[in-house]
């Protein structure tokens, strides 16, 4: 469904009771779709930053709508780097610890480390690159809002969580006695909507053998 098919069913389950303006209307689904992406890191979320180091300054720029790091060393015979995220400097591939904001400073002028400052928006090096190496690392990303005409990025299995969303949100918003009496069946169907998505989202991460 897209965008304004959802708000459509909105409509239907609230029996044309919401006072929303259009404009409400959207920013209601903005909302809630925000919540729904970012209940966790979906897999679905998951994107790959790629560029190439500065040999003048010790960092590089966060991607757009960059949520946090995630895990991309896991795998068989990994000890050194076996929890956590790294970014990959170089055509070798060599993983470089992401590290706390924090701890920061006892990686200081040591090479193999990085960490993210959130606030400037820059991924930094511990240790200024001596060389332009490509690198590469994963990430969370936030939602970008959608256009009308636009389909949610998770299955179309799983839009129905979004208008039920909506539907609890709105008797918070209007307080009407007709809102209050769909509220809890919409919260239920929401969280089972959720439920879903969280069985699907563990699907994709199963490790086979």
Not at 1 to 18: A, N, P, R
Not at 61 to 80: H, K, M, Q
Request: charged content about 20%; proline content about 5%; aromatic content about 14%.
């Amino acid at each position: 469904m897209t965008k304004q098919e959802i708000i459509t069913k909105f409509h239907l389950y609230m029996d044309d009771t919401s006072e929303l303006s259009t404009a409400e209307e959207q920013a209601l689904f903005d909302k809630i779709y925000s919540k729904v992406m970012t209940d966790r890191p979906w897999e679905i979320s998951k994107n790959s930053a790629t560029g190439t180091l500065s040999t003048s300054v010790p960092y590089v720029t966060l991607p757009t709508r960059f949520a946090f790091v995630t895990d991309n060393a896991n795998y068989s015979g990994n000890t050194e780097y076996a929890v956590g995220p790294v970014v990959f400097v170089g055509d070798n591939f060599t993983p470089y610890k992401i590290v706390s904001y924090s701890d920061r400073r006892q990686y200081r002028d040591r090479d193999g480390f990085a960490y993210v400052d959130v606030r400037n928006n820059q991924l930094v090096f511990t240790k200024q690159p001596a060389t332009a190496l490509s690198y590469e690392f994963d990430y969370i990303e936030f939602p970008a809002q959608l256009a009308v005409g636009a389909s949610p990025v998770f299955p179309s299995d799983y839009h129905d969580i979004i208008y039920h969303g909506m539907c609890v949100d709105d008797f918070v918003i209007q307080q009407s006695d007709k809102a209050r009496s769909y509220a809890g069946e919409n919260r239920a169907m929401y969280e089972d909507f959720l439920g879903r998505m969280a069985m699907w989202n563990s699907r994709l991460i199963q490790i086979q053998p």
